[in-house]
């Protein structure tokens, strides 16, 4: 854990990206709406 955290603590370097995972074991490839009510 320790490793993770430096690792988020460290300056933004374009050349080496920070990309972030979530812990679930599924793929979140779709963002569904709410629709909205009229009114």
């Known amino acids: 854990m320790e490793d993770v955290l430096g690792t ?3 300056p933004c370097d374009p050349l080496r990206p920070v990309v972030c995972l979530d ?17």
């Open 8 to 10: 988020y603590s460290r």
């Open 23 to 39: 812990e679930t074991n599924r793929q979140l490839i779709e963002e569904r709406q709410i629709p909205a009510v009229p009114g």
